[in-house]
């Protein structure tokens, strides 16, 4: 099956700073790679995704990006804000699977 | 108007007692699906249902029961509650093989 790492596991990083987070997936079949912020005491909430056949999308201050034959994506958040505070989770899913397989999480702290 | 629902929002119980999370979404989705996430924040898979049709069962004990009365329903009971059942449990629904969409949480505490 799908095996997903994600690092790091803790980001720590002044207002103002780029943020990356990376993860690696294992099945080559893997066509879709979705991004959730989950903040405290909330539910993961989608903020953007990418399909296999985009390298990259990009959304205001979050872009995710996809290199395939390395089998890892990432997502990069430029000028973070406090508000960025949260645990982030790359997953991937293949066409056929019904449910994504999720990364372990990085916990992202944006000091004021 | 929330999409997916979940109730109740916090539950503190007693060992061996029997607790019912009940889950509801407004977005049309036929895929419902149930995750535990544990103290490292592991998001753990446990059922999901399509079309009221039970398609993935993880490895669970069967204290652990679903029941989709409906496409727009998807409730877990959980008989003898233990204390290793402490834990964030998600609701989360899709249309079929598509993004999921979760539930704000339902945070149980087992004493």
């Known amino acids: 099956g799908e095996n997903v790492e994600q690092h790091p596991s803790t980001l720590s990083v002044q207002e103002g700073d780029s943020a990356v987070i990376k993860c690696t997936y294992s099945d080559s079949a893997s066509n879709y790679f979705p991004w959730y912020k989950q903040e405290l005491g909330k539910g993961p909430q989608l903020i953007i995704d990418i399909r296999s056949n985009v390298g990259e999308k990009k959304d205001q201050r979050i872009a995710v990006t996809l290199n395939k034959t390395a089998k890892h994506f990432s997502l990069h958040i430029t000028e973070t804000q406090p508000e960025d505070s949260a645990v982030y989770f790359c997953a991937a899913k293949g066409g056929g699977s019904y449910i994504p397989t999720f990364g372990r999480g990085t916990s992202l702290i944006v000091h004021p | ?111």
Not at chain 2, 6 to 13: A, S
Not at chain 2, 24 to 47: A, P
Not at chain 2, 63 to 74: I, N, Y
């Open chain 2, 1 to 111: 108007d929330t999409a997916v629902s979940q109730t109740p929002k916090y539950l503190v119980t007693q060992m061996g007692n029997d607790k019912s999370i009940k889950c509801e979404q407004n977005l049309g989705h036929d895929t419902m699906y149930w995750y535990k996430q544990d103290s490292k924040k592991f998001l753990k898979i446990m059922f999901s249902y399509n079309n009221k049709e039970l398609i993935i069962n993880e490895t669970v004990p069967n204290r652990f029961s679903p029941k989709s009365p409906d496409k727009a329903h998807l409730n877990l009971h959980i008989n003898s509650l233990e204390l290793g059942d402490s834990a964030v449990y998600f609701c989360a629904s899709s249309h079929t093989k598509e993004t999921q969409y979760f539930g704000p949480g339902t945070r149980l505490l087992v004493l």
